[in-house]
């Protein structure tokens, strides 16, 4: 059994908070990816809240439903992850609506929305 502590934890975490945050930005509820998988919501929830570990070969399925690659789930994952210096807050449920339409845009579109943001945040 892992420790609370454990580096382990932490990457499950991550790659949890990646799995909710590209599940949202799909429009998707936990119920309709789950029925895809063939397991419980209960079971995407634990996915993504890092409490269950996604073995290899579910990653790579849960990748291919969301239109990913598998390393996505790894993004902003530093090297020298620890417990302390991992603490990456949840997104709120207004940046997951934010990021679902503009995942819905157009790739015109959504490079012009980008870059009006960048330049009001500058």
């Known amino acids: 059994m892992r420790r609370?502590?454990?580096?382990t934890r932490e990457i499950d975490k991550h790659v949890g908070r990646q799995?909710?945050?590209?599940?949202?930005a799909r429009g998707m509820t936990q119920e309709d990816l789950s029925s895809k998988l063939g397991i419980s919501y209960q079971q995407l929830h634990k996915y993504e809240t890092g409490a269950n570990s996604?073995?290899?070969?579910r990653l790579y399925d849960i990748a291919q439903l969301l239109?990913?690659?598998?390393?996505?789930f790894f993004e902003g994952l530093k090297p020298t992850m620890t417990a302390t210096n991992a603490a990456d807050p949840l997104l709120s449920r207004e940046q997951i609506v934010l990021l679902k339409h503009l995942n819905s845009l157009p790739d015109t579109r959504r490079s012009a929305v980008v870059s009006f943001i960048r330049s009001i945040t500058n």
């Open 54 to 57: 996604i073995a290899a070969s």
């Open 19 to 24: 799995l909710r945050v590209m599940r949202a």
């Open 67 to 72: 239109g990913v690659s598998p390393d996505a």
């Open 4 to 7: 609370k502590t454990d580096p």
